[in-house]
């Protein structure tokens, strides 16, 4: 089981990004799949999480509107689209996947698989 991440870099205030997961060893549609973020010297961050069967996500509060999560069960893949970037959205991000059984949306678990991270500085 793997978790691959990709797309960050560094953006301007106001610019956008999109992040890429790309998971290998298991079907994304069976997993609980999120994306966290964390800044230096900051808690972890649950950014977005979707229930395996894809009839619920979560957005925290600090993304709704901006972010936008996406799952692509054919390319078993994970995508981010990050909108009207802010500089406190800098962060290193991960994806991150727990298999059915082990709900990890809204805080409810701890995920069972991680991915390196990709680095999101937004900064002018």
């Known amino acids: 089981v793997q978790l691959v991440e990709s797309g960050g870099g560094l953006v301007q205030p106001g610019g956008s990004l999109r992040l890429s997961c790309v998971a290998s060893?298991?079907?994304?549609?069976?997993?609980?799949m999120a994306w966290f973020r964390q800044a230096p010297g900051k808690a972890r961050e649950e950014v977005t999480c979707i229930i395996w069967h894809g009839g619920y996500s979560y957005y925290a509060d600090s993304v709704k509107g901006r972010f936008i999560m996406s799952r692509d069960n054919a390319k078993n893949t994970l995508d981010l689209q990050m909108n009207s970037l802010k500089p406190e959205d800098t962060a290193m991000y991960y994806c991150a996947a727990s298999p059915r059984g082990s709900d990890i949306c809204a805080g409810r678990g701890e995920p069972r698989t991680w991915g390196q991270g990709t680095q999101v500085t937004v900064s002018s």
């Open positions: 060893g298991f079907t994304v549609s069976n997993y609980y």
